[in-house]
């Protein structure tokens, strides 16, 4: 069983970077890929980027992979969501999850265990 726990969310304005991060409980937190989902008010939940377990491969959502970028120490079973120049369409409560197998999957149903979201608010 693994638990999830992100943090760092808040209001930011236009422009502005923030950074998520997720730590995880629980053992053997290198052999699971972890990922970041976000979901807007009256949106299904949406891919943000995955990374593997060897944080050696990471895929994203074609529309944020210039402005977002996620990384993982498995020495602190943490995994980051660094997000730069932020947009009010950016606004969501962001999930941290994670999934035990092979591969960083966009599809939300592949993934076994999720936090509790970190609502983050980009406005002016």
């Known amino acids: 069983q693994v638990q999830l726990v992100e943090s760092g969310g808040g209001l930011v304005q236009p422009g502005e970077s923030l950074t998520l991060s997720c730590t995880a409980s629980?053992?053997?937190?290198?052999?699971?890929?972890m990922g970041w989902f976000r979901q807007a008010p009256g949106k299904n939940r949406e891919f943000v980027a995955a990374?593997?377990?060897?944080?050696?491969?990471?895929s994203y959502l074609d529309s944020l992979k210039d402005r977002f970028s996620i990384s993982r120490d498995n020495a602190k079973n943490t995994v980051l969501l660094s997000m730069n120049s932020l947009k009010p369409e950016d606004t969501a409560v962001y999930y941290c999850a994670a999934r035990a197998g092979w591969g960083t999957s966009k599809n939300a149903l592949e993934y076994h265990y999720w936090g509790q979201g970190t609502q983050v608010t980009v406005s002016s």
């Open positions: 629980g053992p053997s937190f290198s052999v699971y890929v």
């Open positions: 990374i593997s377990g060897s944080g050696g491969s990471t």
